[in-house]
C-alpha cells in the first residue's frame, strides 16, 4: 500500500511525523519484544528527530526495546559534523534512556580503513542482530531522486549484493559513504519517504508515478509506503 500525506509546511511535516514514528514504535512494541528503526539524516530527518525529542509521546516508549539503526552514513572521522549519527545524537539520542548496544552506528574512517570494512562490519551487524525487518525506514529525498546514498545512474543503485555497501565517487559530498543496499531497504515493513521545498516537487511527483531511473521509486515497504510531503513539495502530484 502506498499512501501520500501533504503538510503544510517542513515545521509542520517535520512535527507530524515525529509523532507518527513515536505511535508507530509504541504499536510495534505492543505486539512484539523489539522495534527496529532506520533514521535518516538531511534537514528533514534531522528535524523530525528533534521534534520527536521534545514530544511528551516519547516518554511513553519503552526504550530498552527499541534499536535504531542507520540507512547511510558518510565515511568521514568521527565527530565530523557531516556525520547523520552525530546529527541525530545531537537531536534526539542524547535525550533518551536508550542502551548504547540498542544504537547500531555505521563505521567511521579511522576506526575502518576503508569504506568497504565500515560496510562489511554493518552487513555483519545486521546478520548478528537476526537480520531484522525494518519497522520503520525512513528516507530523505534527495533533488535528484536518490535516497540513502544509492544515486541514479551510480554503479551502487540496484545493487542487490550485501545489505550495506561501499560509496565512492558520490554526486554529492563527501564522495566517500556507506549505504544499506536496495535490497535492504526493501526488506522494511513500512518504508516512509520525506521531502520538503519546491526544489523537491518534480522528482518527488516523478518518484511517486513510478519513475524506474530514480532511487525514490524504487524503494518500497512490504506493508507500507508511504510519502510525507510538505505543501511546496507535494505542488505537482
Avoid at 507518527?20 to 527496529?36: Q, S, T
Avoid at 516518554?59 to 565527530?79: K, M, N, P, Q, Y
Avoid at 565500515?118 to 528516507?139: M, R
Avoid at 515493513?189 to 520538503?196: G, I, P
Wanted: proline residues 6%; contains cysteine.
Amino acid at each position: 500500500m502506498t499512501e501520500t500525506i501533504v503538510y503544510g509546511d517542513a515545521a509542520a511535516l517535520a512535527q507530524a511525523t515525529a509523532a507518527r514514528l513515536l505511535l508507530r514504535i509504541g504499536d510495534v512494541l505492543a505486539h512484539r519484544e523489539r522495534a527496529d528503526v532506520v533514521l535518516t539524516g538531511g534537514t528533514v530527518g534531522t528535524a523530525t528527530l528533534a521534534e520527536a525529542a521534545r514530544s511528551p509521546l516519547a516518554s511513553g516508549v519503552d526504550w530498552t526495546s527499541v534499536h535504531l539503526w542507520w540507512g547511510d552514513e558518510r565515511f568521514v572521522a568521527i565527530g565530523d559534523p557531516d556525520r547523520n549519527e552525530g546529527q541525530a545524537q545531537e537531536a534526539l539520542l542524547s535525550s533518551l534512556p536508550l542502551p548504547e548496544e540498542n544504537i547500531h552506528r555505521m563505521g567511521a574512517h579511522g576506526p575502518f580503513a576503508t569504506a568497504e570494512d565500515a560496510a562489511g562490519s554493518y552487513d555483519a551487524e545486521i546478520a548478528a542482530a537476526g537480520t531484522p525487518a525494518w519497522d520503520v525506514l525512513l528516507l530523505g529525498l534527495g533533488p535528484d531522486g536518490h535516497v540513502a546514498s544509492l544515486f541514479p545512474g551510480h554503479p551502487g543503485f540496484g545493487d542487490a549484493g550485501a545489505s550495506a555497501l561501499a560509496v565512492h565517487d558520490s554526486p554529492k559530498p563527501p564522495p566517500t559513504r556507506v549505504s544499506l543496499s536496495l535490497a535492504q531497504i526493501n526488506r522494511a515493513r513500512e518504508v516512509w519517504l520525506l521531502a520538503a521545498g519546491e526544489a523537491k516537487a518534480n522528482v518527488a511527483a516523478r518518484c511517486i508515478h513510478g519513475d524506474a531511473s530514480l532511487p525514490g521509486a524504487a524503494v518500497h515497504g512490504t506493508e507500507r509506503t508511504l510519502w510525507l510531503l510538505d505543501a511546496a513539495a507535494a505542488t505537482r502530484i
